[in-house]
């Protein structure tokens, strides 16, 4: 499985800006589909995830309210619809893929697939 993410830029504190992840491959069989971030000196965090199968979704805590995770199993993307952005939100996004289940992890080890990621920078 191939993952290529997208949509990453630099906007200022209070916009919106969405990413979107093309899956490619042995999709079929995939679980979960989620995003994970990685700001300066952190360790990479979870965002959000949303399962093929039944569009259930999970948030981080951090996100949560202000991001909403989608998943277009025919085109095999899911996007990162992600409103009044912070400084807080900068970070390198990638997604990831999951072939486990059944419930949707938070934890990168549970992860299989990974894309390279893209750059989201908020100016305060």
């Known amino acids: 499985v191939q993952l290529q993410a997208s949509g990453g830029g630099l906007v200022q504190a209070g916009d919106s800006l969405r990413l979107s992840c093309t899956a490619s491959?042995?999709?079929?069989?995939?679980?979960?589909l989620a995003w994970f971030r990685q700001a300066p000196g952190k360790e990479r965090e979870f965002v959000a995830a949303?399962?093929?199968?039944?569009?259930?979704?999970k948030y981080a805590d951090s996100v949560k309210g202000r991001f909403i995770i989608s998943r277009d199993n025919a085109k095999n993307t899911v996007d990162l619809q992600m409103n009044s952005l912070n400084s807080e939100d900068t970070a390198i996004y990638s997604c990831?893929?999951?072939?486990?289940?059944?419930?949707?992890?938070?934890?990168?080890?549970?992860?299989?697939?990974w894309g390279k990621g893209t750059q989201v920078t908020v100016s305060s």
């Open positions: 990831a893929a999951d072939r486990n289940g059944p419930v949707i992890s938070t934890s990168r080890s549970q992860y299989h697939y």
């Open positions: 491959g042995r999709t079929l069989g995939l679980h979960a």
């Open positions: 949303i399962t093929r199968k039944y569009g259930s979704t």
